[in-house]
């Protein structure tokens, strides 16, 4: 039973979830999250409150007893990249550690956008026949955007661009303070971003016409 399954907990500025996963068949077997919003402060340059570090750990207490209950042994607690960044990071996790015997691990921005295009790839590989040769797959959390290109369900390229509903808000008030035209300075330097994607592809790129599709990931905030 301890081999059979694996446990994954993740906390991010929107809440914590735990899900466990059947090895051999790479089925889920649990999926549960707790809402808790930590985005106010995380996004506000403040410390993450006491009371709703207390509120994560009162919540990975009873993912752990979860845990126990199927047996898992095997089991990691990770932070998110955006969460890591926050003022207090080292206090939450010497909270977590001492509340809950767990020691997170905080993932980098590539390595998120890694595991999610690693689940992706698995689910394309098995839809493969009803894809186009070409999927694009576009992950937009609350700082920042990935662009992903998958050639018949194999990974070819990723990119990741500093570009998110909260970034841009945030740009876009340091704009309006110094540029007249806040929102056509803001939208060239999208477009600049965007089409970093092309650089170094063939000028069919663009006008291939096989099939394609475009698969757009929005998530609560990282």
Do not use: C
């Not at 001492?98 to 890694?114: A, C, K, Q």
């Not at 096989?210 to 929005?218: N, V």
């Amino acid at each position: 039973m301890a081999d059979k399954y694996y446990g994954t907990i993740m906390v991010n500025v929107s809440g914590v979830e735990l899900l466990i996963v059947n090895l051999k068949s790479l089925k889920p077997l649990e999926r549960v999250k707790k809402d808790i919003n930590l985005g106010d402060d995380v996004y506000q340059d403040k410390p993450v409150k006491f009371e709703s570090v207390a509120k994560v750990a009162e919540a990975l207490t009873g993912f752990v007893q979860i845990l126990n209950d199927y047996g898992v042994e095997n089991y990691s607690l990770f932070g998110s990249s955006a969460l890591s960044q926050t003022i207090n990071a080292d206090f939450i996790a010497d909270q977590l550690l001492i509340h809950t015997g767990l020691t997170i691990r905080w993932l980098s921005i590539s390595e998120e956008v890694y595991y999610r295009n690693q689940e992706i790839s698995v689910q394309l590989h098995k839809q493969r026949k009803a894809n186009p040769n070409t999927v694009y797959l576009v992950g937009i959390t609350s700082g920042n955007t990935s662009i992903t290109q998958f050639d018949n369900a194999k990974f070819i390229t990723s990119v990741n661009f500093s570009l998110g509903p909260i970034k841009i808000a945030e740009d876009l008030q340091s704009l309006r303070e110094t540029a007249p035209n806040s929102i056509g300075v803001l939208n060239d330097y999208i477009d600049s971003k965007l089409n970093d994607f092309y650089i170094g592809k063939p000028s069919s790129f663009v006008q291939d016409k096989a099939p394609t599709k475009i698969i757009l990931l929005g998530s609560a905030a990282s």
